[in-house]
C-alpha cells in the first residue's frame, strides 16, 4: 500500500529574523531544498507480535516553515505531538509476516537565517513564566547539576567577571570554543555527556552544547537543546552524513540567543556570528533531551531524537536504517 499525505505544517509561523546590528544593512538569507528522509526497520524476527515505531518529523517554527510533501509506507501510520511540540510518525501495529517496514518522508523546507539583536542591557520585555525557567533550568541524565559541575562554571564566569545572563553566557561559549577540539575520533563522543566533553575537551556538536548548557544551567540561565540535519552550505544536491545540533540561552530583556559552539570551533573565522546566530544551511526536527515519546515507548527516555526509534514486543531494536538526502530549489 502507497500512502501519500501533504500537509502545510505551521502554515501560520512566520519567517522572520531579528536584526543585529553586525548584519549591518544585509537581509537574513534564505534557503529552499527539497528533503528526503527513508528509514527502514529490518530483519524483524520471525514470530515478533508487536512492532511499534517513532519517527522525528520536522516542522514549522519562526525560521522555518516546513510542508510535508508526501509519507510512502506499506503501513498505517499517525502522527503525534510529542513534549515540546516535537512532530512524530507512529506505527504501532504487528509485523504481519514482514520482515521489513520502510518509510519514506519527503519535505519542502524554506529555512532563514537567524540573527538575534544583542543588547548589553537587554531593554526588551522578554521574560520566562516560573514555569518555563524551571524547565529549561533542569538536568539532563548526561547533563547533571551536581557540586562539581556548579563549580566549574562558577570558575568560568567569575574568571570573565560575568554578571549578566548575557555576560556569563558569552564566557561560557568563549570557553567551550576555545578549549574543545571538534574532534569524533575513539570512543565516548556523541551522548553530549558533560563529564566525557570536560574530561577529554573533544566531541562533537552534542558534546560541545552539553558543556555549554550544563555551565549555562549551573549559573542560573536557561538553556535548552536543538537537533536536525545540516544541509552542505553548497548549493546542489546529494546525502547528508550526519546531524547536527545547537543551543540557546534565555536572556532576560532580549528572549531566546541561539549558539553553535561546535561550527564556531570549526571555523574560528565565525565565532562571533555564531554567538547570537544560526545559519540557513540547516533544518530543526525536534528539542530537548531525555525524551519520552508519544504514545510512551516502553524502554528508557531517548537520549536526544533526531534518528527514527523501534521496539520489538517492548524491546529497542538496534540498527534503524536511514537515509537522509537534499535538493537545492532554484
Not at 524483524?44 to 516542522?59: D, N, R, S, T, Y
Not at 513534549?83 to 512524530?88: D, L, R, S
Not at 544551567?217 to 553548497?234: H, L, N, S
Request: proline share 5%; hydrophobic share 40%; net charge neutral.
Amino acid at each position: 500500500m502507497h500512502m501519500t499525505r501533504r500537509a502545510l505544517l505551521g502554515s501560520a509561523a512566520l519567517l522572520v529574523t531579528h536584526r543585529s546590528s553586525r548584519a549591518g544593512s544585509e537581509s537574513a538569507r534564505e534557503r529552499n531544498f527539497d528533503l528526503q528522509y527513508e528509514a527502514a526497520v529490518t530483519n524483524i524476527p520471525a514470530g515478533a507480535q508487536h512492532l511499534q515505531f517513532w519517527m522525528p518529523v520536522a516542522h514549522a517554527d519562526e525560521f522555518q516553515k516546513i510542508e510535508l510533501l508526501g509519507v510512502e509506507t506499506s503501513i498505517p501510520y499517525s502522527m503525534k505531538t510529542g513534549a515540546e511540540g516535537n512532530q512524530i510518525l507512529f506505527i504501532g501495529t504487528a509485523p504481519a509476516n514482514e520482515d521489513r517496514v520502510a518509510i519514506k518522508l519527503r519535505f519542502h523546507v524554506t529555512r532563514r537565517e537567524r540573527i538575534v539583536r544583542i543588547t548589553a542591557s537587554g531593554s526588551g520585555t522578554a521574560s520566562l513564566s516560573p514555569e518555563e525557567r524551571s524547565r529549561y533550568l533542569h538536568p539532563d541524565r548526561l547533563v547533571p547539576l551536581d557540586d562539581t559541575i556548579r563549580q566549574w562554571a562558577r570558575e568560568v564566569v567569575d574568571a570573565a567577571n560575568a554578571r549578566t545572563d548575557l555576560e556569563k553566557a558569552r564566557a561560557i561559549y568563549n570557553h567551550v570554543v576555545a578549549t574543545v577540539k571538534y574532534d569524533k575520533s575513539g570512543k565516548g563522543w556523541g551522548r553530549g555527556d558533560i563529564y566525557y566533553a570536560c574530561e577529554n575537551r573533544r566531541g562533537n556538536c552534542t558534546d560541545f552544547h552539553a558543556i555549554f548548557i550544563g555551565y549555562a544551567r549551573a549559573v542560573d540561565v536557561p538553556a535548552r537543546f536543538t537537533i536536525g540535519f545540516p544541509v552542505p552550505p553548497q548549493r546542489g544536491e546529494g546525502r547528508i552524513a550526519g546531524y547536527h545540533c545547537w543551543a540557546e540561552f534565555f536572556a532576560n530583556g532580549i528572549g531566546w540567543v541561539p549558539v553553535d559552539a561546535s561550527e564556531a570551533s570549526k571555523d574560528p573565522s565565525r565565532r562571533e556570528y555564531f554567538f547570537g546566530a544560526l545559519d540557513e544551511n540547516r533544518v530543526a526536527f525536534s528539542r530537548g533531551r531525555d525524551l519520552v515519546l508519544t504514545p510512551p515507548q516502553q524502554s528508557e527516555p531517548l537520549n536526544y531524537f533526531i534518528f527514527p526509534y523501534a521496539e520489538i514486543d517492548g524491546k529497542p531494536r538496534a540498527g534503524v536504517e536511514t537515509v537522509v538526502s537534499y535538493h537545492d530549489l532554484a
